[in-house]
C-alpha cells in the first residue's frame, strides 16, 4: 500500500533507498541492486532509485535555494540604507538583488514569447528545390557583353566637334 501523500517515509525504506543509490553508484546493475538489497525485481530497485533520487534533489534545491534568499537578504541589507538615503551605486545595487531574488524565486512573470514553426517533409523540400532550379533556369543570364549593373563610364565626356570637356577638378586655376 502507497503511503498517503506529504507523510514522510518510513526509516526502514529510506535505509533501503540509502542502499539502492550507493550500489548505482558504485555502478551495479539493477538485477544486482534488486537482489543484494531484497527487491524482488530489477524495476523495484529503479523506482526506490527514482524516489530516492527526487527526494534528494528537491531539498537539496530547496535549501540552497533558501540558503541564496539568505544571502541576497543581508546583501540588500548592506546596501539598503545608502540607497534609501540616495546614493545612486547602492540603488542599483538594490535593484539588481531585487532582480536575482525575483529570478530565484520566480516572482517574475513569465516572458511571452511567439515562435513560427516551419517544417518541410522531403517531398516538400525536393518540390521546392526543383521549383527553384526551374525559376533560376527561365531568367534571362546576362552575357559578358552586357552590363550588369549601371556603372558610370570612366570615359570623359565629349563635346561637339570630339573635343574633350574639362570638369571642374580638372580644370586648371586662372589668374586675372
Known sequence: ?????????????????????ALRREGMTWDTIAQAVGYADPSGAHAAYMRASARIVKEDIDAIRDMETERLDMLQGAYWRQAMMGDV???????????????LLGIDQPIRQQVEVISYDADGIDSEVARLVKLLESAEQPTIDEPTIDEPDN???SGENGQVEETPSEAK????
Not at 502507497?2 to 518510513?10: D, H, I, L, S, T
Not at 551605486?89 to 529570478?103: N, S, T
Open 155 to 157: 570615359e570623359p565626356d
Open 173 to 176: 586655376p586662372t589668374t586675372a
Open 89 to 103: 551605486p547602492a540603488g542599483m545595487q538594490v535593484l539588481r538583488i531585487m532582480e536575482r531574488r525575483a529570478k
Open 1 to 21: 500500500m502507497a503511503r498517503p501523500k506529504g507523510q514522510a517515509p518510513k526509516p526502514e525504506v529510506l535505509e533501503k533507498e540509502a542502499q539502492v543509490v
